[in-house]
């Protein structure tokens, strides 16, 4: 099923009115937010992810940032977490499968999230993941649909997961530079999180299954505005980069293609491998954010000294024909 299909089930759905529901299914953002009162909304999203490694602490870990993701991108601290776990009966070891759980609460404890429960079915194909609430004031609520002209865009992590993994079952990439990659995915968005409140963030959202072109265009619309990206500046794993430059790409990003290449304006220069970039699914990947021209620097700068990889990568311009550019 292709984000096109899901967007046209969803919509078969009626719409809920409620004063408390401050981000609802209709703004297609990451997280659903729900009023408490006047000085607390609670966020709330769910996620899980079939294995991208043959360490299961570290597939744990990767599960864990994966998920607690979207409650990153709305500018909102975890609060509690409930495991998803979709095991499988047999050909999985015990140990591994208390593993993936260590490597979950291993990061539940660095976000200083509580986990408080959760549940188990029977599946053929290993899932793991958790649903996830956090807390925000009302106020300082960041959602997809804010993007102001002359912002500036910064993203928080490379982009490649999706070619990577595809690259690594194939085993036409080196277990290390894997490795490299990730390391990446297992990292948490909290420290990007937490620069975004000390400067004017318009708009945030992560970039993971729908791949740069989805998410952004969808943050395009949501705002009536147009995203210009500047492919110099985008952000790519390098062992990725090759992949894509030998024509692989995952069978995931056709979907990917098809919902959202008619909202993509490419420049001539932008050779055919690179868009495949754009439409690349990613697993666990970094804050895409909008942000007043002015502070990108300062945010930049800090982001930067905290270790993440992040680049200035585009801006927003006034609406266009096309709700994505990339020059």
């Known amino acids: 099923m292709g984000p096109g299909d899901l967007k046209s089930i969803l919509q078969q759905l009626p719409r809920i009115k409620n004063k408390a529901i401050l981000v609802g299914l ?11 009162n006047n000085e607390l909304s609670m966020v709330q999203t769910v996620d899980y992810i079939t294995p991208v490694c043959n360490d ?14 979207d409650i990153y991108a709305m500018g909102a601290a975890p609060f509690t977490a409930l ?14 499968l208390a593993l ?17 429960g959760g549940h188990t079915v029977k599946d053929e194909e290993l899932k793991y993941g958790l649903a ?9 609520i960041i959602t997809n649909s804010h993007a102001k002209k002359d912002d500036a865009i910064i993203l928080t992590k490379p982009l490649g997961t999706g070619v990577a993994f595809e690259s690594y079952r194939k ?5 290390e530079d894997y490795d490299k990659i990730l390391e990446i995915m297992a990292r948490l968005n909290k420290t990007a999180c937490e620069s975004m409140h000390k ?39 390098p062992a990725a980069l090759e992949q894509f430059k030998k024509g692989e790409k995952t069978g995931a990003s056709n979907g990917n293609v098809s919902a959202f290449m008619d909202k993509c304006l490419f420049d001539q220069k932008i050779p055919a491998y690179f868009r495949e970039i754009l439409f690349d699914p990613q697993t666990s990947g ?42």
């Not at 954010?289 to 927003?316: F, N, Q, R």
């Open 56 to 69: 299961p602490f570290l597939f744990g870990q990767i599960a864990v940032a994966n998920a607690l993701s």
């Open 132 to 140: 996830v609430t956090g807390l925000i004031h009302p106020h300082k």
């Open 199 to 237: 400067y004017k963030v318009h708009a945030c959202t992560d970039i993971t299954g729908f791949g740069l072109a989805g998410h952004a265009s969808v943050m395009a619309d949501q705002s009536n505005v147009s995203i210009v990206i500047d492919s110099d500046n985008l952000p790519v794993f």
């Open 26 to 36: 209709e703004s297609s953002d990451d997280a659903g937010v729900v009023r408490l």
């Open 286 to 327: 970094g804050l895409f954010i909008s942000v007043k021209k002015k502070d990108a620097p300062s945010l930049l700068t800090e982001l930067l000294a905290h270790g993440e990889i992040a680049t200035v990568c585009g801006k927003v311009i006034a609406r266009q024909k096309h709700s994505l550019i990339i020059q």
């Open 171 to 175: 085993k036409t990439i080196s277990e």
């Open 100 to 116: 993936i759980l260590q490597g979950g609460l291993d990061k539940l404890n660095e976000s200083n999230t509580m986990l408080i």
């Open 83 to 96: 495991n998803l776990c979709n095991f499988p009966s047999k050909g999985v070891s015990k140990e591994s």
